[in-house]
Nanobody
Framework: QVQLVESGGGLVQAGGSLRLSCAASISIFSMGWYRQAPGKQRELVATFTSGGSTNYLDSVKGRFTISRDNAKKTVYLQMNSLKPEDTAVYYC?????????????WGQGAQVTVTS
């Protein structure tokens, strides 16, 4: 069983910064961040690709940075130049592949609220 524990988030004014952290109970390569705003579907924000690079939602490119500390089994999402439209619950995701099947694990969610 994989456990993901998120921390960070909060209330910030537009233009401000926040950092989210996600600590995993085991080492997992395929990790990323999703978000879900009220009344909207959950969307991928940032993730590490199988090739070792990173992938970002177009609207956050240049503002958000995903990183990881393998020794701590922790993934981070640094969010700069935040906008009101970034307001959402942010979820850490870990994907575990077994015999070609994917199983997703989720953190508890962290509320990010950006005021104008």
């Amino acid at each position: 069983q994989v456990q993901l524990v998120e921390s960070g988030g909060g209330l910030v004014q537009a233009g401000g910064s926040l950092r989210l952290s996600c600590a995993a109970s085991i080492s997992i390569f395929s990790m990323g961040w999703y978000r879900q705003a009220p009344g909207k579907q959950r969307e991928l924000v940032a993730t590490f690709t199988s090739g070792g690079s990173t992938n970002y939602l177009d609207s956050v490119k240049g503002r958000f940075t995903i990183s990881r500390d393998n020794a701590k089994k922790t993934v981070y999402l640094q969010m700069n130049s935040l906008k009101p439209e970034d307001t959402a619950v942010y979820y850490c995701n870990a994907a575990v592949y077994t015999r070609g099947s994917r199983r997703d694990y989720w953190g508890q969610g962290a509320q990010v609220t950006v005021t104008s």
